[in-house]
């Protein structure tokens, strides 16, 4: 999937220090979904059982134990995964997760497509694909999506690069996100005592648990070998 609007989660870690245990959680969301290929809504809720499917496009996402909501806006036809929010469940209530920053599609204040040199230029793209969302395949709306997400994706690379998750936090996210225990993990790591070693940083992930971890649970293997 393409995900744009990196900044939102970067400010977010960065701005409050309260808000930094989201980090290393929403950098195991990211990995996962960037090797993600949803087509349909029914494919988000296969990979995340208890994300939020609203109308729309828009995805409701938990973080962190249930402790921060991610909200994402969804175009499946251009593989388009545009972060709209993210924060605690107090600021989420305070939302309309359905509708936070929607517009609509209107050709005659569409801005030219134009290279993205600033940060000013980046959230002026930003804003014109937040209207552009709802565009259909191969309409010339799609068409004009297509093109200014890869302009975002190549500022943001430069400028919003994130990084790889802690290991441990990937699995750890993946063992959140599917209801597993530590007895599930043994097939993939070895007896109790090998997996709560893993997952206090004691024991190393060796290659053969790495293979295992992204074969059985789809854990994109660059997060296991930080």
Known sequence: ????????????????????????????????????????????????????????????????????????????????????FIGTHAQYDEIDAQHILSQRIDRMTLMNIQPIKTDADYRAALKEIEVLMSAEFESPEGEKLDVLVTLVEAYERKHYPLDLPDPVEAIKFEMEQKGLSVKDLEPMI???????????????????????LHEQLGIPAESLIK
């Open 1 to 84: 999937m393409r995900i744009i609007a990196l900044s939102t989660l970067k400010e977010f870690w960065t701005k409050n220090l309260a808000f930094s245990d989201a980090r290393e959680p929403t950098l195991s969301w990211y990995r996962h979904v960037l090797k993600a290929d949803w087509s349909l809504p029914a494919e988000v809720k296969q990979d995340f059982g208890n994300a939020s499917i609203l109308k729309d496009g828009r995805v409701v996402f938990n973080i962190a134990g249930n402790k921060y909501r991610l909200i994402v806006w969804i175009n499946y036809s251009y593989r388009v995964v545009y972060i709209r």
């Open 190 to 212: 070895g007896k109790s005592n090998r997996v709560y070693e893993v997952l206090t940083h004691k024991r190393s992930l060796t290659l053969k648990m790495i293979r295992r």
